[in-house]
């Protein structure tokens, strides 16, 4: 397979490297514009950190991400008072910060956060634009530059695990998916340094698996294991022992699956 290079995925640029499946960077800029906030859906590995990190470089505007868990609080996010040098002080939280900053403030994997942790986002996500810290008695508003991204795993989630109707709504969304065998050969080549036959020979293997049967694998061969993959096959390893090591071995610890998909490599792979 030959794949055509555009003029600006060889040249390089200050902006981390995307290169979009549909119409998610007009999207972004039109929700940017607009001042809605934005709600990434996609399986693990599909781009979706990338893309926010493409857009902030490309708005020119500060980027800060916050990686949720069940832990995290609302303090967490707005801040609290600490203790400094004998004294109490005020120590803003991440989200306060990129409203102080008009940054996008990113909130990756949001559902794996408490329920009641996430209802703090809601002024800021819709008409009112605002984040009211009650332990200062101060609303702040967001400026123009401000935006509001959240992402998640629709695969992921359970009826315990997922957005309330009452965040959704608010949200304006974009979906993504792998990318083509055209398109992840050029995210391959541009990524990683492998050059293009190679690039073509790897990405039959990820395509062959997401092809299997989905009761057999708890997930599938993202665009990012396949680029640690091949920067595996830069070093020197033979493809199948890197396909190994950053493709299958992350992903399955059954005996029986992983028999399986030793023969799915060598049968994609030159040995």
């Not at 996010?77 to 004998?86: A, E, S």
């Not at 408490?114 to 400026?143: C, F, K, Q, S």
């Amino acid at each position: 397979m030959q794949v055509a290079f555009s003029a600006d995925e060889r040249r390089t640029v200050e902006q981390p490297y995307y290169l979009p499946s549909g119409n998610e960077i007009e999207v972004f800029q039109a929700a940017h514009r607009q001042r809605l906030p934005l709600m990434l859906k996609a399986l693990t590995g599909c781009g979706k950190t990338r893309l926010v990190e493409h857009m902030a470089a490309r708005l020119g505007v500060p980027l800060i991400t916050i990686a949720c868990h069940e832990g995290i609080t609302a303090a967490d996010l707005v801040g609290r008072y600490l203790l400094h040098g004998g004294e109490t002080v005020w120590g803003d939280g991440p989200l306060t910060r990129a409203v102080r900053r008009g940054a996008i403030c990113y909130l990756d994997e949001v559902v794996e956060a408490r329920a009641d942790t996430t209802v703090v986002i809601h002024p800021l996500a819709d008409h009112r634009r605002e984040l009211n810290l009650e332990r200062l008695d101060e609303t702040l508003h967001a400026p123009d530059n401000f935006m509001l991204v959240l992402s998640y795993n629709p695969g992921y989630q359970s009826v315990l695990k997922d957005l309330k109707q009452s965040t959704r709504q608010r949200m304006v969304g974009i979906e993504l998916d792998y990318p083509p065998a055209e398109r992840e050969i050029r995210i391959l080549v541009q990524e990683s340094g492998i050059d293009q036959v190679h690039a073509v020979e790897l990405v039959t293997l990820p395509h062959a698996i997401r092809g299997l049967d989905a009761s057999m694998l708890p997930d599938v061969c993202s665009t990012r294991t396949l680029v640690s993959t091949a920067r595996l096959l830069c070093e020197g390893l033979s493809s199948r022992a890197a396909a190994m090591a950053a493709m299958l071995l992350p992903l399955c610890d059954d005996a029986e699956v992983m028999r399986g998909l030793r023969e799915v490599v060598n049968t994609c792979l030159p040995d």
